[in-house]
C-alpha cells in the first residue's frame, strides 16, 4: 500500500500489508511445477488475445492528440513515431483489479471471490467506457506474483514469490473474460536481474504484462515497508530490454510495463528512461488520499517527468475511509487529468 506525501518535508506515513504466508516450500514446488507448465493454459491465452493488427496513423495521431487532453507545455506527448504492430496504447485504455490471492488487505483482487470481482470489474469497465467513448476500455488483472516481506526469507531477501499455480488461475480467470494479466515485483533486497527470469514463461504469453514497484526496492539494505524505496532508469532500462528480448524471440506485439511512482525519489534519473517500439511504458501515480492530494502527486511527479505513457490509481478503502470521503474519484475526473491516464488500477 502507498500513501500521499505532505509538507515540504515529505512525512510517510506507510501501510504495509504484504502478508507472510508461506516458507522456502513454495519457491521450491514452483521450480518443479514450471517445467510441467500448462500447455492447454497456453493455448487458451494465445486464443483469446487482442490480435496485432497494422497501426493506422491517422488513429493514432488522433488519439494520442486525445489523451493529451490539450496540454501546450510541450512535454506530452512524448513521442509520435507509431507504435509496433499491436500496439495496445494508446488505442485502448486499460482498467485493472490488483492484488494478492492469499491476501484481503492487499486490493481487490484477492478481497473478494472470482465471480463477485470480476462482476466488479466489469462494472467499472463499463463506467469508464461511457465516461470516454472514443478510447476502447479494456480490462486487467493485476496480480502481485512477487510480494515484500517483512521477514527475510529464504537468502535473506525480504522478498516472497508466489507459486505458479497461483498465476496459473489468475491467466485462466482473465481468459474467461478476455482480459490482460499484469504481473506485479516488489524485489525487497532481491533485484529486477534476478526476479524477472523466473516469470519469463508466463511473460512470453501474448497477454501477459509487467508491473515493477520502485516502493519495495530496498537498495539501502533497509527492511520493506520502514523507508519507500527506489528504481534508477538503469533498472527500469532492464525490465524494458528483458521484455524487448521477449517480443524479438516470440514475434509478439509491444508490451506494456507499468511502474508505480508517488515520489520523487521512487524513479530517478527518468531522462534516461528508454521505451522501444517493443515496449510501452506507464508510469502510474500510485499514492493515495483526498482527490486534490491525488491530482497534485499526479502533477507533481508524474506530469513533470515525462516517459511515455501514464497510469491512476484507485484505492476503494484509502482514498475514502480517512477523509471521510463518500466514495473514490470517478472517470470524469480522473479524465480531466493532462495528459489523461490510459492505463487505471483499482485497489
Partial sequence: MTTLLKGP???????????????????????????????????????NLYKPAPIDSASYKMLLDHVTNGDSSGRWPVSTALPQQGAILPFNRIVAYYGNLYSKNMGVLGEFPKDSMISRLKLEVD?????????????ALHYI??????SPGAGNTYRLRMPFAQIDKVISWANEINALVFLDVQVGL????????????????????????????MKTGKRPGTVIGTFDA??????????????KKNNLAPKVLIVHRFTQPMVTNYKQIKPNPSVQVVMNMDGWGSSA?????????????????????IFYKNDTKKIGAKTEMQPEQVLKLKPQPVYIQYQ
Fill in 9 to 47: 518535508l515529505y512525512s510517510v506515513i506507510i501501510a504495509f500489508f504484504s502478508p507472510i504466508l508461506f516458507n522456502s516450500c513454495s519457491e521450491a514446488g514452483n521450480a518443479r511445477v514450471v517445467a510441467d507448465h500448462d500447455t492447454t493454459l497456453t493455448a487458451k491465452t494465445e486464443a
Fill in 145 to 150: 506474483a512477487v510480494t515484500a516481506q517483512q
Fill in 127 to 139: 463506467k469508464w467506457q461511457a465516461a470516454d467513448t472514443m478510447v476502447k476500455v479494456i480490462p
Fill in 293 to 313: 492530494k491525488k491530482i497534485g502527486t499526479y502533477k507533481s511527479f508524474i506530469y513533470p517527468q515525462p516517459v511515455e505513457y501514464t497510469g491512476f490509481k
Fill in 190 to 217: 532481491s533485484d529486477l536481474q534476478k526476479e524477472l527470469p523466473p516469470l519469463e514463461k508466463y511473460l512470453s504469453l501474448p497477454n501477459v504484462h509487467l508491473g515493477i514497484d520502485p516502493e519495495f526496492s
Fill in 234 to 247: 538503469a533498472d527500469i532500462n532492464y525490465a524494458i530490454n528483458f521484455l524487448t528480448d521477449i517480443v
